[in-house]
């Protein structure tokens, strides 16, 4: 019976996690950045839900209509004013931009909200659902599912959309997509968009179930990384799996270890995952 009821706890938390990770994976495919900033999105994303909440009283699940157009705005004028002027550089000069922002970002946060946990407490509570001996709750159900829903969209975008085809060709082959006439900044701005958008998502969601914290966007940035290894860097469906897998590893190992080790068990797997299959278990070599 505990096993189920774990089971349950980390699928419902691995699916948010597959969340986190979707965007960061586009972005670190396609346009070879490692964002940094990615946590301090989510946590603004979780800033905007309870401050929409507590002040707006708008419901956390309709502020996602307000962060996505929002944070996609974020990432493509942040692509297109700074990082599209490094874009070129080698991947360590990139990465030492975002982190300088990260911590603009952050600092920024610390100074406006300080360093006080919050915690969205709805009010109704929406109940649980009972099957059989599991036991969920309602609100961490449906936000499993709206984040399984958003990265399946994103899926769907860059496999049916003539603009999601531009991203995975810009993906494969930059210098092939700018001779058959396609605009690869823009592309770029647009994959930076879509990563601001499916982090700040994710930020709405996450501050439903865990408190936030300006410093909280330094583990969500550390799951994405884990993510992005189990799973395959680029790659959506990877991010799924990814995310599915770490929340289950993580339900199991806080059981049996204890709760304070779930994080530390996370990077062991990652370093796992690195010496048995260093492309993740749906990355394709050659697609690094």
Request: with cysteine; proline share 4%.
């Amino acid at each position: 019976m505990l096993t189920l009821q774990i089971l349950a706890n980390g699928l419902v938390l691995g699916g948010l996690y597959a969340c986190i990770a979707a965007g960061f994976s586009l972005v670190w495919g396609v346009l070879n950045v490692i964002n940094i900033l990615h946590g301090s999105i989510i946590v603004l994303g979780g800033y905007l839900a309870f401050f929409g909440y507590t002040q707006l009283g708008i419901h956390p699940f309709f502020s996602l209509l307000v962060a996505a157009p929002l944070f996609f705005a974020f990432g493509y004028f942040l692509q297109s004013a700074l990082i599209n002027r490094m874009i070129a550089a080698p991947v360590l000069l990139t990465l030492s931009l975002t982190f300088g922002l990260d911590l603009m970002v952050q600092n920024g946060m610390l100074l406006a909200f300080t360093a006080d946990f919050r915690k969205i407490i709805l009010d109704p509570p929406l109940g649980v659902l009972a099957l059989g001996p599991v036991v969920i709750p309602i609100d961490r159900l449906l936000a499993m599912a709206l984040a399984l829903g958003l990265t399946g969209l994103l899926y769907l975008v860059l496999s049916g959309s003539r603009i999601g085809r531009a991203i995975v060709a810009v993906r494969m082959d930059r210098e092939a997509s700018a001779l058959m006439g396609v605009n690869v900044r823009r592309i770029y701005a647009v994959t930076f968009g879509l990563g601001a958008l499916m982090a700040g998502v994710a930020g709405t969601l996450l501050a439903m179930i865990y408190p936030i914290s300006p410093l909280a966007g330094t583990t969500y940035l550390g799951k994405a990384f884990v993510i992005c290894v189990l799973g395959g860097l680029g790659s959506v469906p990877g991010a799924m799996v990814g995310g599915l897998a770490l929340g289950v590893v993580e339900s199991f190992g806080g059981l049996w270890l204890g709760p304070e080790h779930a994080t530390t068990l996370s990077f062991l797997l990652l370093i796992a995952v690195l010496l048995v299959r260093p492309t993740g278990l749906l990355g394709r070599k050659g697609y690094e």
